[in-house]
Nanobody
Framework: QVPLVESGGGLLQAGGSLRLSCAAS????????MGWFRQAPGKEREFVAAIRWSVGNTYYADSVKGRFTSSGDGPRNAVYLQMNLLKPVATAVYYCAANLQDSSALEFTADYDLWGQGTQVTVVS
């Protein structure tokens, strides 16, 4: 069973907005933070945003700063990603992930222990 489930993906025009959601499914766990990554066809999975529950800090890739906002509910292991002013280059499968290790960084795939199955976001011009 997939421990995290994403939703909210879809097809939209450039300049539009989309809100992704991610929630724990079935398995009980405690996370130190959760993050969003995306993977476009033929490219490596890249960091988008993360939130650390203990201090409430959020982190963003430079390419999305000012347009994307991450929020969430730590005790429920739920995280959201509000994406505004979307561009065609944002087209990718978006994955959420949970950090169970209290890693010093939350920007690398190796910092995460649990992953969702991904949700497709397609932005057309």
């Amino acid at each position: 069973q997939v421990p995290l489930v994403e939703s909210g993906g879809g097809l939209l025009q450039a300049g539009g907005s989309l809100r992704l959601s991610c929630a724990a499914s079935g398995r009980t766990f405690s996370s130190y933070g959760m993050g969003w990554f995306r993977q476009a066809p033929g490219k490596e999975r890249e960091f988008v945003a993360a939130i650390r529950w203990s201090v409430g800090n959020t982190y963003y890739a430079d390419s999305v700063k000012g347009r994307f906002t991450s929020s969430g509910d730590g005790p429920r292991n739920a995280v959201y990603l509000q994406m505004n002013l979307l561009k065609p280059v944002a087209t990718a499968v978006y994955y959420c992930a949970a950090n169970l290790q209290d890693s010093s960084a939350l920007e690398f795939t190796a910092d995460y222990d649990l992953w969702g199955q991904g949700t497709q976001v397609t932005v057309v011009s």
